[in-house]
């Protein structure tokens, strides 16, 4: 197999910059502004000016000058211009591009795979919504972004642990517990209000059902006025049922989850009090108006937060305390927690609960999301709310499928806003880019299932090439670096950005370009980077959960 031509090429130029400055820096390669002016450029020349102490211009013709004489790259390059201050505008020849097709198509999926520069062991949290309430359209943006994160790292080559905190303790699980008590109440015909805090979607009474066909009338005795016992057990019982629901749910909406973390084993382990007991023995803690505080200012929090309250209650920040030394202590290389927009205040003290446990802080990440709000046409979107208050994830895959759902919530940066138009997601033209997207990798197999051999592969590329030909293999080479920046990023939006410009790069490849019926060397060269086309778009589509349809 021949190795990638676009690496052997920015080698090259490293080669014949070596004269000019020792250490030569890493050889950018970019499509000039303007096609007329060639297929790649580099900036190579102004790079190293200032270390050379000479003019741009003068590095950049000797650097040209070595580059055409480079015999392991002989033939590839047709034209090497100056332009402007000192760029390298090349222009590559027919050698090059079938070097591109053959390379990609050989490859196949593994293309761009394992590009990170130094691997990690990640441990990555996201979703972790209390198992209250079925996951709503806010949690779907986390879940599409976090499992497109997973899938975008391990693809760089990186070790992924994938985990969902069940924040399944405290007063919002007592509330929980009311709610399905009283729906269950409701079935045996005792009045039992539920509470004006607590949970009232009609999700609820399903969980009470399901109760009821277990347990029967066992605790209808208990009921008027709800004991503790009863309500423990309701909380207990209907939080199981929750997470399985919820797991189901994140299933079918194609989300990885390795592991389950239960807030409450750190309760009844007594992991809490042994994380608050190694803060006071540290001095990292402190009584103050008879509660107990983490001085989290000495390490960079704006002010020290209490860990028990006056009343001997735990704060939630106590949890989090046991949480992440528990994270930490696993050994991975970095934590990345999922939060929502509002935690952005949270970030110190997550780090102050891992420098005072004696662990690195910067280890810790924390990619913030940003709301979702869904609109029909342009308008506030109205849509079913089996959850009483919420648009649920359910009611978004039932709306618009899972393809759709992933695709649009990944397609803008998570630091940003995001309006999800229904309308647009349902479409199928060009205009909904999960189907353009698609239509483009259809495209493909349909070419291929016309050949006699589909299998054809290109030993050399027409001495004409048409731009679309042209503009098709250098997008493809940009993907080992796209996605290798969608993991340095943290931004699985990436990946969707570049499936749209390869996309719009095919479908004009596909008018133009006729495969079938074209003398041998044009037909395998056109078979080979179709190929190579439907190897990249698939990898792409699959790191975003999305499928990759052989027909539309």
């Not at 992440?324 to 780090?351: C, N, P, Q, S």
Request: hydrophobic share 45%; charged share 25%; glycine share 8%.
């Amino acid at each position: 197999m021949i190795a990638d031509p676009r690496v052997v090429l920015a080698e090259a130029l490293r080669r014949a910059a070596e004269p000019v400055v020792d250490d030569v820096p890493e050889v950018s390669l970019v499509p000039p502004a303007q096609p007329e002016h060639g297929d790649l450029a580099t900036p190579i020349a102004m790079a190293l000016a200032k270390r050379a102490a000479r003019p741009p211009r003068e590095i950049a013709e000797e650097v040209s000058a070595r580059l055409r004489s480079d015999s392991a790259i002989f033939g590839w390059i047709a034209e090497a211009e100056i332009a402007g201050p000192g760029f390298i505008n090349l222009r590559l020849g027919p050698a090059w591009f079938a070097a591109v097709a053959r390379h990609i198509a050989e490859v196949g999926a593994d293309y761009g795979r394992d590009g990170a520069a130094k691997k990690l062991s990640i441990l990555l949290e996201y979703v972790s919504a209390n198992p209250t309430g079925p996951p709503h359209v806010g949690h779907a943006r986390h879940a599409a972004y976090g499992d497109s994160l997973a899938r975008v790292l391990a693809f760089a080559g990186h070790t992924v642990m994938r985990e969902y905190y069940l924040n399944d303790h405290g007063r919002q699980m007592e509330n929980f517990g009311a709610s399905v008590g009283a729906r269950y109440a409701e079935r045996h015909g005792v009045e039992l209000a539920v509470p004006d805090d607590g949970y009232h979607g009609e999700y609820v009474a399903e969980i009470a059902e399901a109760i009821d066909g277990e347990v029967g009338d066992r605790w209808v005795g208990e009921l008027s006025p709800l004991t503790d016992a009863a309500r423990d057990f309701f909380g207990a019982r209907g939080g199981e049922l929750m997470r399985e629901a919820i797991a189901g749910q994140l299933e079918r909406f194609r989300t990885g989850i390795d592991t389950w973390f239960s807030e409450t084993s750190l309760h009844t382990d007594g992991r809490i009090e042994a994380g608050i007991d190694a803060l006071v023995d540290s001095g990292d803690a402190y009584d103050k108006d008879d509660a107990l505080w983490f001085a989290t200012s000495r390490y960079g929090d704006e002010k020290d937060r209490v860990l028990r309250r006056s009343d001997g209650d735990t704060t939630y920040l106590a949890a989090d305390l046991a949480y992440h030394l528990d994270k930490a202590a696993r050994g991975t290389d970095r934590l990345i927690t999922v939060l929502g927009a509002d935690h952005h205040g949270y970030i110190a003290r997550l780090r102050a609960i891992l420098a005072a446990g004696g662990h690195d802080p910067q280890m810790l990440e924390v990619p913030l999301v940003q709301l979702v709000s869904l609109l029909e046409g342009g308008e506030a979107a109205k849509m079913s709310k089996r959850a009483g208050t919420v648009v649920t994830l359910e009611d978004l895959i039932e709306d618009i499928g899972v393809d759709a759902a992933r695709f649009f919530l990944v397609q803008r940066s998570h630091e940003t806003p995001f309006d999800l138009d229904l309308r647009l997601a349902r479409e199928q033209s060009r205009e909904n880019p999960v189907y353009y997207v698609q239509y483009a990798h259809a495209r493909t197999h349909g070419i291929l299932a016309q050949l006699d051999d589909p299998q054809i592969t290109a030993d050399e590329a027409p001495a004409e090439l048409d731009a679309a030909e042209r503009a098709v293999a250098i997008r493809l080479t940009e993907w080992p670096t796209a996605v290798a920046e969608a993991a340095e990023k943290r931004a699985p939006h990436r990946v969707a950005a570049y499936l749209m410009e390869l996309a719009g790069e095919f479908h004009a490849f596909y008018h133009r370009c006729r495969v079938k019926d074209e003398p041998l060397p044009v037909q395998a060269f056109r078979a080979t980077l179709t190929r190579g086309s439907a190897a990249v778009i698939a990898a792409g589509l699959d790191l975003l959960a999305v499928e990759a349809p052989d027909r539309m």
